[in-house]
């Protein structure tokens, strides 16, 4: 995948947020990222000044606790832009890992640079505006599931979203995602079998 064909990505995916983005104004120059499975794009407790934008693969956000103990926060599927806003805009250390869970590639940009530009297209800032507000509904959405919905329609959701993890990802990550102990979710996985039956 060239770095062409990725930003030609990236202008589709501003696009459908805001038409009318002058492109021919935005000169910024992207690092291209190659992933293998199980790389990092972000460390947890690092700075980082670039924003990133995946243009093929699928990521998850994972932290880790004092005591060692992994939590899967979030799933990602490309395109889609990813980073620590924490880190961009404070200057402070991701609170986050973002890890690739298929081979991915990845465009990254400086921060400054990359707003500065944005700053100065209003469709572009409104598109950046329009794809933050997509992040809090699906952040709201995410944490009504986990308080309304039971586990077994959490899991039950996680197999529809993400089909093609259904059988690659770890026990833990997945019990994580949803909310659970990797014991509950072996209950949920023989439950549902034998409804099957």
């Known amino acids: 995948m060239d770095k062409q064909f990725l930003m030609q990505q990236l202008r589709h995916f501003f696009d459908q947020y805001q038409a009318g983005i002058d492109w021919e104004r935005c000169k910024i120059e992207p690092k291209v990222h190659v992933l293998n499975k199980g790389e990092c794009l972000l460390k947890q407790g690092e700075l980082s000044d670039r924003m990133f934008f995946l243009g093929s693969g699928l990521v998850r956000y994972y932290s880790l606790s004092e005591s060692g103990k992994e939590y899967t926060q979030t799933l990602t599927k490309a395109p889609r832009l990813v980073g620590s806003t ?20 990845a465009l ?61 990802l770890p026990k833990q990550q997945i019990a994580s995602y949803i909310g659970i102990t990797p014991i509950a979710l072996s209950r949920i996985r023989t439950q549902l079998k034998n409804d099957e039956q």
């Open 108 to 168: 990254s940009f400086h921060w400054q640079l990359f707003y500065q530009q944005m700053s100065q297209d209003l469709a572009f800032t409104q598109a950046y505006v329009r794809f933050l507000e997509s992040i809090f509904i699906s952040k709201e959405q995410k944490e009504h599931a986990m308080v309304k919905h039971s586990a077994t329609q959490r899991y039950l959701d996680f197999c529809r979203d993400f089909s093609e993890l259904m059988e690659t």
């Open 86 to 105: 924490q880190a961009l805009t404070l200057a402070r250390p991701a609170l986050f890992s973002i890890e690739a869970l298929t081979t991915s590639v």
